[in-house]
């Protein structure tokens, strides 16, 4: 298998580019995989990927109905932070940060994890107080984080309009700086490279269109290319469509898929280099290494499957973003576009077994995802393998919505994480 | 953004006079205090979700704040009828789930 | 010399205006009519900016929105700044000031492009997911380098000092594009009696007739034009909208128009005049006349300077008068190309050759270069050009009949200009918005508009059919099927006469191969913004990367500010090719909003500033400014939040308004808190399932303190409801949950309960409220009524009709502070006059005005929740200590009941509301400050609740605090420690949440 | 002692909801949300010319009524305490003398009197409508613009996304919705006139919000 460094590409500009190999394999499925899971998003490749790597369980199959990486994965913000209230969020999104400071790394593959920062401003005194809280749990569980002033805010964002006549003027926010941004293709080609590599197939343009279950235990699955694919235990990691699935399985989720939408600017030289987000304005931007400013703000309050959302949104987001940062005003968007996004009532993840046995979902991510990624993976691998749920991974069961442990994240979702 | 025919007004109005509530026709259990936490939950929380025709829950809240129910296709988005509370969908999915 | 390439007749420019501006420093001159594009070539300036990848030199290529190099930082003066915009859509004005974006230190001499000749090889797709990897600590310095390469114009550093707006607009037929195609269709339905709107982005209508010698009705195309606008202006139903980009097609035939209305005269727009606005349209019926974009084709070195699409070259000689070169080779694989090589030598200048990628090119327009003597050289193909800042030579080469290899020896050209055409892209962006996929037809050579869901039609180029005489049928049926649609009669109209011209078929075309293999073949560009080669989306296929949405990711195809609009079809035949599938196969083509950037202030418009969002305001906000209040946003509202006397910190005024309430008189504005009027047989029954207490037996006259559930049994919002009649109550709420409260309440009556009669109207905006609190609020009160206020007729929990400072008012014996209160509720437009006279009277009581951070210290003292700071959608009453506000025996299951029941929400040890009491009276807790048990565990630290409301008491002399503790309800007196950022630990103990009067006696006198 | 009258019952027993005069005595004068804004000096010292003309029509008698119009009682008992009878056809309004009744939901009208026969109207109401019903004095909560002049549809098209095309919109249509980021209700009272009624917290911000859309046309302020 081909290494990649600074010195493997000289050596390829030598030969034109002309030997460089296939990232991933272009696999015929066998008739039985250990696990099978559904849906070639980053959450799915990472599953493979440390099921293979960290578990040893190599025979596995990722079936994709489009391609690697389509998703959600394609179309978010790519912001990366941990700082959420709750121990159960919080550890499972830190368990992920863990994960992205050596991913580069551990994959061979540079995903561009920048760790620049992200604010969480607050304007009212509730904001405020529910940074506090936050902060505080934060520490305590040992996740960093430090509540600024309006002050400190204007230093590290001078550009941001902290003065007295804004509408709701800055009061202060929090300021986690391990938190960041990465290269969200990069990230699903990375895992996917590293699965390929470690022997798990990647079944592209292949779509399960239904599961094999046999009094009451999943066998495996039905696909539209290759027929019945048989397995011991299935994931279904399929964000917008698990509520899909799930009805093919014969269940109901605590989910509704919702149009989120996100914009960019032209690329501009740089002139914002940390991620600002604010709940109460309702918008958040950081800007690409590209130098496009990438901006968004909440879902669309309709479901929908249609990966575009209703105009007003945008409109809501882009005077957020000019009520903060004046100065772009005569800067320019480029391109809006829309993911499907599952979200819980509670803006916390489904990470579960199901009514189903050897069935397991990795869902609702809502507007949260992209920063778990390597987390969610890592914890859905770990059950797969064990066929009974991470630690990490149990207080996300889907069954909290009968018995009542909620898990309230929508204080730190905020206007969509 | 929706055109979105309000049963009450008799106009078509732009989405933003429009509130959403989700999936329509869930009726509160008329015995709350013998529902199991399960069938709870699942009043509360577990939803249909469905890619294609979905029935829904609005109401014309800029307008005559009436709740009425839109039937939807959740891919084109487009709208196939409205109809009032209490009235029954003219328009529904055909058995086999989309694939 | 002056504007050397200016024909000295000819085009719409006026060489009677003369316009000056500056281009990276110097000064130019232009005239009335150019854009900042056609002016550059009349200047002879080949250089407007350098790649971002290579840096190579890179000139003006269309003349269009297509454009990807011309891209141009804009503005005269710091705050008019605007980045990127493409000097081909930038019309011309005295004083405009324009830079190239990119090349270091300048665009002439630019020191990155050794960077890029010497790293170039290095930088293949995707090779930075290659490297920067080692060591991990490293990145972020590369980061920073990758960083500032990057980006190509620059933000304002100052605030915009222009305004923008938006307008709604709803009509029958709207109309993209002002061609010949959109241009029949407006006139048929204006004719038809349509409410029709119709938009170009150029400055003036007529599209492609604009820039051809082609007639209609014997006249020329232009005349044609001046003519159907000059009809059209007469209908008081039809906007015609010239310099507004259609941007944005969205559900339910939504679309977004965004109209450039001063950019053409200033850099900033004069005298306060909107400089840009957005349209918001509602059509029945959509018309796309969007046209096509000309493909240029891809071969060795096609970015140096000189190298342009063909169209583009005509449209410059045509309808501005300038021709960019002197000697012209014209690369074609179709007719329509050749009137490029026509206009060239009929303005006068030379043609070198036409090269021809079919073997037997025949056709009229063949023949007419024949006849003017042109050299073709046919079954041929650029292969590669020579030149570094502008073309100087060319290589052409036999090709294999289809195409795909070169196979006869090489000959070299000598030329300025190389002008390309690989055929025509149907513009259908638009399309593809509201989710509709284009479909490739092999006729066209193109993809057109996939079927839709939307009311849309299309004519002229966009369906494939690049005639004039297709585009003005096409327009005429697309009007007349509309307004059958409407129902309105279409009126006849006869399809103009246009010039008959027989072409021969084109060939597919789109990479002209080199003789060595492309991965060592000279770079051919596909993508210019992005510096995107076949060899590049070659290499992305090699590794895999297969499906089109790979490859342009991989290689960043299409991402760049034109959206691939010149690219994106090469790519994909190209990728196709080297998988060897059709087109099709490998995919489509997918664009979303914007057609072309739009200035983000045009989108916010004129909800920015003191717009932004409402400020809400009472009766008595007046009064509140003029003494010196701070305030506090909730919500909307601007609420007052301290009123500090001149030199007072926050701290003293806070001390001294909770002192002077608790020992003589404070008074509030309470208007905000959310009011509503219940009225019908059914009201108690109503409240009985929305409220978690008891309301049966509420008699008229009392008022009553009630906690509102969701379905989960959380508590989101409380108030006190008071019975006006037996049928008729007065429902309050927190200020924040007003319409959310009213809105629950409807929702339940509507879908769930209709039967019960019960109607809720909001009255929070009717009546002004002010609270009177303390000791000495009923003297004051009685100063200012005749009504009996005395305990004895007048107690706790009571409300009474009265007038005070002789305005009819409802009072209502309720406290938030625990002290001897009256909410005084008069109609709105009294309240400032009743608040006046209170203070003329107040004054030997030392009323005093406290605001919303006095009145949480004073509920606090005691012990009263404030829904939504010591409540947060996941407590309910029992977590609270509030069990005497539920009554489980209510005959129905109230909201809340059941949800309350759920396992998890009777576990022994879930988070309960308390007192708590710093060991240290002096130290005043963070509200937000997290409790442990045992502060010196190991972090991850076990937390056990945290402080939700905290204060320094002035009148208790201490700090007191509210919190939440795991099982907090049974460890009264035991201790839980605060962890602080700072490294304090603050010690502190469970106590009863209630600090003063634990009696409640001072509210009951 | 303020004049408050308990109805469905004799005074002796419980009422069943009760209804008071909020006026004062003529001594007291009312305060409308645009007090702040001395429209009056404004109106002075403005410009007389313009595309926009602004009223604020205040202190007026507006009661919200809900009830049945398909009950042929309350519609009878209606339209004689009116002098109209309510109309049913959605998003239409009817007028008669000073009394003006605009249509706001099937089951909801917002009427509008002079302020001084608000109380009077009430008191019949409450007096005389048989059957389920709410009527609720709402005069302090809302304000009332009159906006006309040449410009006028152009400013409403900048503030509100409905159609006010004569064809869609003809005079004496009323309709709720959004306006700017508030909301009004609209009624198109002449060729070039329209009123808004407008809700107290939000009529500064709408005040400033039609100065600003105005401005490009020239307002004149009359009081």
């Not at chain 1, 959420?84 to 940060?97: C, G, P, Q, T, V």
């Not at chain 2, 025709?53 to 891919?75: P, Q, S």
């Not at chain 3, 929305?690 to 309301?695: D, K, L």
């Amino acid at each position: 298998m081909q290494r990649y460094s600074g010195f493997g590409l000289l050596k390829h500009s030598l030969s034109h580019h002309e030997n460089w190999q296939r990232v991933w394999r272009n696999p015929t499925p066998k008739k039985k995989y250990d696990v099978i899971i559904v849906g070639g998003g980053g959450h799915g490749l990472a599953t493979a990927y440390y099921l293979a790597k960290e578990f040893g369980v190599t025979n596995v199959a990722v079936i994709e109905k489009g391609y690697l990486g389509g998703g959600n994965t394609a179309r978010n913000t790519t912001i990366v932070r941990s700082n959420y209230l709750w121990d159960e969020a919080a550890h499972l999104y830190e368990h992920a940060m863990k994960l992205w400071e050596g991913l580069s790394q551990d994959l061979n593959y540079n995903v561009m994890f920048s760790q620049r920062g992200v604010l969480n401003l607050g304007h009212t005194l509730q904001d405020m107080r529910d940074i506090q809280r936050r902060v505080n749990a934060n520490r305590l569980n040992g996740i960093d984080g430090e509540v600024l002033d309006a002050k400190q805010v204007s230093e590290i964002v001078p550009i941001l309009d902290c003065s007295e006549n804004a509408r709701f003027p800055v009061m202060g926010a929090s300021w986690q700086p391990r938190a960041g941004v990465a290269r969200h293709d990069a990230v699903a080609w990375g895992f996917a490279r590293g699965a390929d590599m470690h022997g798990v197939d990647l079944i592209q343009q292949t779509e399960v269109v239904d599961f094999i279950i046999e009094d009451g235990t999943v066998v495996g699955v039905k696909t539209d290319r290759y027929g019945e694919i048989k397995a011991d235990r299935v994931g279904c990691v399929v964000a917008g469509h698990s509520g899909v699935m799930a009805a093919k399985a014969g269940f109901q989720l605590p989910l509704e898929s919702h149009p989120l939408q996100a914009l960019v600017s032209e690329p501009i030289k740089p002139i914002l280099d940390t991620v600002v987000m604010s709940n109460h304005v309702h918008g958040y931007a950081s800007q690409s290494d590209k130098g496009d400013l990438v901006i968004g703000a909440g879902i669309d309050s309709y479901t929908g499957y249609g990966q575009r959302g209703s105009y007003p949104t945008i409109e809501h987001t882009v005077q957020a973003i000019v009520e903060m940062f004046p100065i772009f005003s005569r800067v320019r968007m480029n391109r809006q576009w829309g993911g499907i996004v599952d979200t819980c009532p509670d803006a916390c993840p489904i990470i579960s077994e199901t009514p189903v046995k050897n069935l397991f979902f990795n869902c609702g991510w809502g507007t949260g995802g992209f920063k778990a990624t390597p987390g969610s993976g890592n914890v859905f691998a770990a059950s797969l393998a064990k066929g009974e749920m991470h630690e990490l991974a149990k207080p996300f069961s889907m069954f909290r919505f009968h018995n009542g442990a909620l898990i309230d994240e929508h204080g730190a979702a905020g206007v969509a994480h | 953004m929706f055109h979105i025919y309000c049963p009450h007004c008799s106009e078509y109005r732009e989405e933003e006079e429009f509130h959403y509530h989700g999936q329509a026709h869930i009726a509160r259990p008329l015995d709350p205090d013998s529902c199991t936490d399960e069938e709870w939950g699942n009043y509360m929380f577990f939803r249909k979700n469905p890619k294609g025709i979905h029935h829904e829950l609005w109401d014309h809240a800029a307008g005559c704040r009436k709740f009425f129910n839109v039937t939807r296709n959740t891919v084109t988005y487009e709208i196939k009828e409205v109809y009032k509370i209490g009235e029954q969908p003219k328009v529904v999915a055909d058995a086999v789930p989309s694939k | 010399m002056a504007q050397k390439n200016r024909l000295q007749s000819g085009g719409r420019v006026d060489r009677t205006k003369p316009v000056s501006f500056t281009y990276n420093g110097k000064k130019y001159q232009g005239f009335a009519g150019d854009t900042l594009a056609s002016a550059l070539l009349a200047n002879g300036v080949d250089l407007v900016g350098r790649s971002f990848k290579y840096s190579r030199p890179r000139g003006i290529v269309a003349a269009g929105a297509e454009e990807p190099n011309a891209i141009m930082q804009i503005g005269a003066t710091e705050a008019t700044q605007v980045p990127n915009v493409r000097a081909t859509q930038q019309e011309l004005f005295d004083g405009l000031v324009a830079g190239s974006t990119n090349g270091w230190p300048n665009v002439e001499t630019d020191l990155m492009g050794l960077v890029g000749k010497v790293g170039g090889k290095m930088m293949p797709p995707g090779f930075y997911y290659k490297t920067f990897m080692f060591p991990q600590s490293m990145w972020e310095t590369y980061e920073q380098f990758i960083r500032k390469a990057a980006g190509l114009g620059r933000s304002p550093k100052e605030y915009d000092p222009d305004i923008y707006d938006n307008i709604n607009q709803h009509c029958d037929v709207m109309i993209v594009g002002a061609g010949p195609a959109g241009l029949a269709a407006a006139l048929v339905a204006a004719r038809g009696g349509a409410r029709v709107i119709i938009a170009d982005e150029q400055n003036e209508f007529g599209g492609s007739l604009l820039s051809s010698k082609e007639t209609i009705d014997g006249k020329a195309g232009s005349a044609w034009v001046s003519e159907v606008v000059k009809e059209l202006a007469t209908y008081k139903d039809v906007q015609m909208l010239p310099r507004s980009t259609v941007n944005g097609y969205h559900d339910h035939n939504f679309l977004t128009i965004h109209q450039r209305c001063t950019d053409h005269i200033a850099d900033r727009a004069p005298n306060g005049q909107v400089r840009q606005r957005m349209h918001r349209v509602r059509a029945k019926w959509v018309v796309l006349a969007t046209g096509a974009h000309e493909r240029p084709l891809v071969f060795g070195n096609n970015d140096v300077p000189g190298c342009m699409v063909a169209s583009a070259v005509s449209t410059y000689i045509n309808r501005y008068g300038v021709l960019p070169g002197n000697e012209l080779v014209l690369m074609t694989s179709n007719d329509n190309a050749y009137r490029t090589a026509l206009d060239w030598h009929d303005a006068g200048r030379k043609v070198v050759a036409i090269v021809d990628s079919r073997r037997n090119p025949s056709g009229d327009l063949v023949s007419a270069a024949r006849d003017r003597g042109i050299n073709i050289i046919a079954g041929s193909g650029v292969i590669d050009v020579h030149g570094s800042k502008r073309v100087q030579e060319v290589s052409v080469a036999s090709l294999s009949e289809d195409g795909s290899r070169v196979t006869g020896s090489v000959q070299k050209l000598r030329a300025d200009t190389v002008a390309s055409s690989g055929g025509w892209s149907p513009v259908v962006h638009l399309s593809c918005h509201t989710g509709s996929r284009p479909v490739w037809k092999d006729d066209v050579i193109g993809f057109v508009p996939g079927a839709t869901v939307q009311q849309q039609l299309i004519a002229g180029a966009i369906s494939g059919d690049f005639t004039t005489e297709g585009a003005l049928s096409q327009g005429i049926k697309a009007a007349q099927e509309a307004l059958s649609k409407l129902g309105k009669s279409a009126p006849e109209m006869a399809v103009p006469k246009t010039d008959k011209v027989v072409q021969g078929k084109p060939m597919a075309l789109f990479h002209i191969p080199h003789s060595k293999p492309t991965s060592q073949a000279p770079k051919q560009f596909v993508d210019y913004q992005n510096d995107v080669t076949a060899a590049g989306i070659e290499l992305a296929c090699r590794e895999g990367f297969e499906s089109i949405e790979h490859v342009k990711r991989y290689t960043a195809m299409g991402f760049g500010t034109d959206q691939g609009k010149l690219g994106n079809i090469n790519g994909m035949a190209i990728a196709a090719k080297f998988l060897n599938q059709s087109i099709p196969e490998t995919g489509t083509t997918i664009f979303r909003p914007n057609y072309t950037p739009i200035t983000f202030g045009a989108i916010a418009g004129r909800n920015c500033g003191e717009l932004f969002d409402p400020k809400r305001y009472t009766a008595m906000h007046k009064w509140h400014v003029e003494h010196g209040a701070k305030f506090e946003d909730v919500g909307q509202w601007k609420r007052p939040w301290y009123f500090p006397k001149p030199g007072e910190s926050m701290h003293e005024a806070l001390n001294r308004e909770c002192v002077a309430t608790r020992e003589s008189v404070g008074i509030l504005d309470a208007s905000t808190l959310g009011k509503i009027d219940i009225q019908g047989k059914d009201a108690r029954e109503f409240l009985g399932r929305v409220y978690s207490n008891a309301w049966a037996k509420l008699p008229v006259g009392k008022c009553r303190y009630g906690l509102m559930l969701k379905e989960d049994g959380m508590v989101f919002d409380d108030g006190v409801t008071s019975c006006l009649g037996d049928n008729h109550f007065l429902m309050t709420t927190t200020t924040g949950g007003a319409a959310g409260v009213l809105n629950w309440l409807e929702l339940y009556h509507q879908t769930e309960w209709p039967e019960l009669e019960v109607y809720f109207t909001s009255v929070t905006d009717h009546w002004a409220t002010m609270t009177i609190s303390g000791p000495n609020s009923r003297k004051l009160l009685e100063e200012l009524t005749d009504a009996d206020v005395s305990k004895e007729n007048f107690g706790f929990m009571d409300w009474k009709p009265m007038e005070v400072a002789g305005v009819p008012a409802r009072v209502f014996r309720i406290s938030f502070t625990g002290e001897l209160s009256f909410e005084i509720n008069v109609q709105a437009n009294y309240g400032l006059h009743v608040w006046e006279k209170l203070f003329e009277h107040g004054a030997k009581y030392n009323l005093t005005p406290y605001g919303t951070e006095t009145m949480h210290i004073l509920r606090a003292e005691k012990g009263f929740i404030i829904a939504g700071q010591d409540t947060d959608g996941s407590v309910h009453p029992y977590d609270l200590g509030m069990g005497w506000a539920v009554s489980m025996n209510k005959p129905f299951s109230f909201i809340g009941k059941r949800g309350m029941g759920r396992e998890d929400c009777v576990r022994k040890d879930r988070k309960q509301l308390v007192g708590i009491k710093t060991i240290d009276p002096n130290v005043v807790l963070p509200e937000g400050a997290q409790g442990v048990f045992d502060p010196s565990a190991p972090i991850p630290m076990p937390m056990v609740g945290h402080i939700t409301s905290s204060y320094w008491s002035a009148n208790l002399g201490r700090s007191i605090a509210m919190g939440f503790v795991k099982g907090g309800l049974d460890k009264m007196g035991e201790k839980v420690y605060y962890p602080l950022a700072d490294g304090r630990v603050v010690e502190a103990e469970i106590c009863s949440p209630i600090f003063l009067d634990p009696k409640g006696e001072r509210q009951n006198v | 002692m303020s004049d408050v009258k308990a109805t469905g019952a004799e005074a002796t027993s419980v009422p069943t909801k009760v209804v008071m005069n909020q006026l004062p005595g003529a001594g007291i004068v009312g305060q409308s949300p645009l007090h702040h804004a001395d429209l009056e000096t404004v109106a002075k010292n403005g410009p007389k010319q313009g595309g926009v003309k602004f009223k604020e029509q205040k202190l007026m008698g507006l009661l919200t009524l809900r009830c049945n119009a398909q009950n042929p009682e309350q519609a009878a008992v209606a339209e004689k305490l009116l002098g109209v009878a309510l109309p049913t056809t959605p998003l239409t309004s009817v007028e008669k003398g000073d009394t003006s009744v605009r249509w706001i939901s099937p089951d909801e009208w917002l009427i509008v009197v002079p302020g001084n026969k608000a109380f009077a109207l009430e008191s019949a109401f409450f007096a005389d409508m048989p059957g389920h019903y709410s009527l609720v004095n709402v005069s302090g909560g809302t304000t009332i613009y009159q906006l006309s002049g040449a410009n006028v549809k152009d400013v409403l098209k900048k503030s509100t996304p409905v159609d006010i095309h004569d064809s869609e919109f003809p005079v004496g249509k009323v309709v709720s919705t959004v306006f700017a980021k508030s909301s009004a209700v609209i009624r198109r009272t002449g060729e070039q006139s329209f009123e808004l009624v407008v809700r107290r917290s939000f009529a500064d911000y709408l005040w400033l919000w039609i100065q600003d859309a105005s401005r490009e046309f020239g307002l004149v302020v009359e009081a």
